[in-house]
């Protein structure tokens, strides 16, 4: 069965460092999300993405995080100077369809900001 | 205003008992997806139930949606003791995103 991958599961990163972390979507899936969950809380959504460009992102999604779908399978997340409170598990998810479809999330990335 | 409250936060329950887990949210929504999510580990999809159905079935998984009271329940028939997760709903209110609840932890004791 078709999953979503993400790459790395850990990550360990000092403040003020860039960090890219990497999803492969489901192959025949045209929506793609990244979503995070600060340890203990509820999961939150970041940004989503279709037909190249960003349709929808959250407060928390500010000048500091970039997405990009630099070729036809991957789906990135840039954190370009992360702050302590970036410490969380970050999940990528797809999805096939708008509105009406089943979100398919990955294993997430775990990431530390020292 | 919060979506997708769950309730109750913690539930413990005797292995082959039925687990029944209920979530509130606040605005229309196109569907509610229940997930479960082992501790530390990914989010696993289970069921999705659409604004106009009112229930569903998946395996030992029932969920219902009342979208007069905007509210869905979960229930887990003869629990095992690998249904030990935490259990979310999200909803879609066709922005592009899922909104979550808070989740309700599940243990099986055996």
């Known amino acids: 069965e078709p999953e979503v991958t993400q790459t790395p599961s850990h990550q360990v990163t000092q403040m003020g460092q860039e960090v890219i972390l990497r999803c492969v979507p489901i192959s025949n899936h045209l929506y793609f999300y990244w979503y995070r969950q600060i340890l203990g809380q509820k999961v939150e959504f970041l940004v989503s993405f279709y037909n190249n460009e960003i349709s929808e992102k959250s407060e928390i999604f500010d000048d500091q995080f970039s997405v990009e779908r630099p070729d036809g399978s991957n789906f990135t997340l840039k954190i370009r100077s992360t702050k302590l409170e970036d410490s969380a598990m970050y999940f990528c998810?797809?999805?096939?369809?708008?509105?009406?479809?089943?979100?398919?999330f990955g294993p997430g990335t775990r990431l530390l900001v020292l | 205003s919060q979506q997708g409250e769950e309730d109750p936060q913690a539930l413990s329950i005797q292995e082959g008992e039925n687990a029944t887990m209920n979530c509130s949210y606040k605005t229309s929504i196109n569907n509610l997806q229940w997930y479960r999510q082992n501790s530390g580990r990914g989010l696993v999809h289970l069921i999705l139930?659409?604004?106009?159905?009112r229930e569903k079935h998946s395996g030992r998984l029932r969920v219902t949606l009342d979208t007069s009271k905007k509210s869905s329940s979960l229930l887990i028939t003869a629990s095992r003791a690998a249904d030990t997760a935490s259990y979310f709903c999200?909803?879609?209110?066709?922005?592009?995103?899922?909104?979550f609840g808070q989740g309700t932890r599940l243990t099986i004791n055996p």
């Open positions: 139930i659409r604004s106009n159905e």
């Open positions: 999200a909803t879609d209110q066709g922005a592009q995103k899922l909104v």
């Open positions: 998810a797809s999805g096939g369809r708008r509105g009406e479809g089943t979100q398919y």
